[in-house]
């Protein structure tokens, strides 16, 4: 599948991107940059899968899920690779000065939505892609992929407002 392709290659390229070689200011960058991809990616995912559903065209909605896949293989995973990895590298300094709830916070939040991607949201994705794969051409639509459906936009919805908290979070550095 093309999107296991382009997961490998951007992960790849994300990771290598992170290497401190450049300094601590291309780190930012690239923080900010995973910043823009996984929150960018995951506000656009919701309204175009709910447009794609609320079409009511099975292929439609065959194109939203299989597009919902390969952008977060392009730009969601690799956004939060970088996110992880170059906050890992941000992040000591801010440990070291023992101000930094705010930072366990936000961290804390991007594991639950990660939980919450890995447990809940990639699974329904598979399912409506199996679904809707199987299904033949002009419909209908599953029974069993509105269910998915359903899990996957409630979960959404959570797993889309955890970060972009802790984004407000890592912006505005709140004091304890």
Same mark, same amino acid.
């Given at each position: 599948?093309?999107?296991?392709?382009?997961?490998?290659?951007?992960?790849?390229?994300?990771?290598?991107?992170?290497?401190?070689?450049?300094?601590?200011?291309?780190?930012?960058?690239?923080?900010?940059?995973?910043?823009?991809?996984?929150?960018?990616?995951?506000?656009?995912?919701?309204?175009?899968?709910?447009?794609?559903?609320?079409?009511?065209?099975?292929?439609?909605?065959?194109?939203?899920?299989?597009?919902?896949?390969?952008?977060?293989?392009?730009?969601?995973?690799?956004?939060?690779?970088?996110?992880?990895?170059? @906050?890992?590298?941000?992040?000591? #300094?801010?440990?070291?000065?023992?101000?930094?709830?705010?930072?366990?916070?936000?961290?804390?939040?991007?594991?639950? /939505? @990660?939980?919450?991607? /890995?447990?809940?949201?990639?699974?329904?994705?598979?399912?409506?892609?199996?679904?809707?794969?199987?299904?033949?051409?002009?419909? #209908?639509?599953?029974?069993?992929?509105?269910?998915?459906?359903?899990?996957?936009?409630?979960?959404?919805?959570?797993?889309?407002?955890?970060?972009?908290?802790?984004?407000?979070?890592?912006?505005?550095? #709140?004091?304890?």
């Amino acid at each position: 599948m093309i999107h296991r392709r382009v997961l490998f290659v951007s992960a790849i390229v994300a990771i290598a991107l992170s290497v401190p070689f450049f300094g601590r200011n291309w780190n930012i960058f690239m923080h900010q940059l995973g910043a823009v991809l996984f929150l960018g990616n995951i506000v656009v995912s919701a309204l175009w899968m709910s447009l794609a559903r609320r079409a009511d065209n099975p292929e439609v909605f065959r194109l939203g899920v299989r597009g919902i896949m390969l952008t977060d293989a392009a730009f969601t995973t690799p956004g939060a690779l970088l996110l992880f990895v170059n @906050g890992g590298i941000l992040a000591p #300094p801010y440990f070291q000065a023992g101000h930094a709830l705010w930072l366990f916070v936000g961290i804390g939040l991007f594991a639950l /939505t @990660g939980i919450l991607w /890995t447990a809940v949201l990639l699974p329904a994705q598979r399912g409506m892609w199996r679904l809707l794969n199987a299904m033949p051409a002009g419909g #209908p639509i599953p029974a069993g992929a509105d269910a998915l459906y359903q899990r996957w936009f409630r979960c959404g919805g959570i797993a889309s407002l955890l970060p972009l908290i802790a984004f407000a979070l890592m912006v505005l550095k #709140p004091t304890n």
